[in-house]
Structures are given as structure tokens and as C-alpha cells.
């Protein structure tokens, strides 16, 4: 069974960086799974916020454009690099995996695997 581990995260101060690591273990194929990092602030609901198909290919949202990549071999750990850190982005994220053929969608219910999530917080 596919397993998420995560790592990192912490405290930071406004317009610092973190970075946030996703492991994969399990019967596991990047080339077969999508990957995406979602997020929960305090109050109902969560958001995507950047993911990757299983070609390769990355979105994000809009409000962290510039500032939120992904990196990692690929193939058993996804990292998410965060920079110029805002309060707005002080929240629990999730790493989530899904197969489907790697189709990277931004409907979080359709992801099977996710990870504990990491506390992330940003202090003005």
C-alpha cells in the first residue's frame, strides 16, 4: 500500500522560507501517480495549492505563484519549497496522491493517499 510521510514545516517569520517533504513508500510509480500539496487554515474548508501529473506537469494557484515550487527526486520524495512566506499562508499541509494514470486534478476528494499533514506558521 502506498504510504506519506511528511517532514519539515515549522515557525517562521513574514517573507521567510520553509520547505515541507512528502515520501513515498509502497508499490509506487511517479510516472503513474499525481501529486499535489493541499492545505487547511483555521475554519471550515481546505484548498489545492500546487501539484504535479504523473507527466510532469505542475499548476499552482494563483496566490502562490513565484513563491511555492516543488522539488525532490521525484520518485520518492516531493518537496514543497516555500519562499517570501505571507501570514495568509499559516495553515496544515497535505501531501495527497492519487493514481487515475498520473491526471492531476484540484478536487481533493479525489486523491487516495495522503500524508499527516505539517503545521505551517507564518508570523507577522
Known amino acids: 500500500q502506498v504510504r506519506l510521510v511528511q517532514s519539515g514545516g515549522g515557525l517562521v517569520q513574514t517573507g521567510e522560507s520553509l520547505r515541507v517533504g512528502c515520501t513515498v513508500s509502497?508499490?509506487?510509480?511517479?510516472?503513474?501517480?499525481?501529486v499535489a500539496w493541499f492545505r487547511r487554515a483555521p475554519g471550515p474548508g481546505g484548498e489545492f495549492v500546487v501539484g504535479?501529473?504523473?507527466?510532469?506537469?505542475s499548476t499552482e494557484i494563483d496566490s502562490v505563484k513565484g513563491r511555492f515550487t516543488l522539488s525532490g527526486d521525484m520518485r520518492k520524495t516531493v518537496y514543497l519549497d516555500m519562499a517570501s512566506l505571507k501570514p495568509e499562508d499559516t495553515a496544515v499541509y497535505y501531501c495527497?496522491?492519487?493514481?487515475?494514470?498520473?491526471?492531476?486534478?484540484?478536487?481533493?476528494?479525489?486523491?487516495?493517499?495522503w500524508g499527516q499533514g505539517t503545521q505551517v506558521t507564518v508570523s507577522s
Open positions: 495527497a496522491a492519487r493514481s487515475t494514470s498520473g491526471y492531476l486534478t484540484r478536487d481533493s476528494s479525489a486523491y487516495t493517499y
Open positions: 509502497g508499490p509506487w510509480s511517479f510516472s503513474g501517480y499525481a
Open positions: 504535479i501529473s504523473g507527466s510532469g506537469t
